[in-house]
């Protein structure tokens, strides 16, 4: 586990860093779990509305929608491949993703390649992700 400030990223999943687009991969069971991670979670605020709208994404493709009282924002699917299922709970509440974001994931993906995942994009180790996630902060606090 990665803690940094009150966001936890656990190690047991990979991150897609792609232009900022703060998602979490899992392999279950040969298929890809996919979700938004704290960093998103945190800085989108209080979720309200989420939808996929897409059923065979692309690596770094729109898959879906999702807003806040902040702002409205895509997310985008990290590997090419064919949605098998949707989470209904975090679709039908969002607020889930903010209680949780590693348990209330948003899209189950069959991959086309799995060799996707090893893309420059994907990063897993813990050096990798504390790295990523301060200059992700400090990019913020540039911003400010």
């Known amino acids: 586990m990665v803690t940094i400030g009150n966001m ?5 999943r990979q991150y897609y860093t792609k232009s900022g687009a703060h998602m979490w991969l899992k392999e279950e069971n040969g298929l890809i779990k996919i ?3 704290a960093f998103a979670s945190e800085m989108a605020g ?3 509305f989420f939808s996929v709208n897409s ?6 493709e729109a898959i879906g929608s999702f807003e806040s ?6 997310f985008h699917s990290p590997i090419s491949g064919k949605v098998v299922e949707v989470n209904k709970e975090a ?7 903010n209680d949780d974001p590693y348990s209330a994931w948003i899209v189950s993906i069959q991959p086309n390649n ?3 995942l090893e893309s420059e994009f994907i990063i897993s180790s813990e050096n990798d992700v504390q790295q990523w996630i301060n200059s992700e902060m400090k990019k ?3 911003e400010a």
């Open 8 to 12: 936890d990223f656990p190690l047991d």
């Open 35 to 37: 979700g938004l991670d």
């Open 46 to 48: 209080f979720l309200t």
């Open 55 to 60: 059923d065979e994404p692309k690596a770094g």
């Open 69 to 74: 009282a902040k702002f409205v924002s895509r």
């Open 91 to 97: 679709m039908a509440n969002p607020k889930l993703i």
């Open 114 to 116: 799995m060799s996707e």
């Open 140 to 142: 913020l606090e540039e």
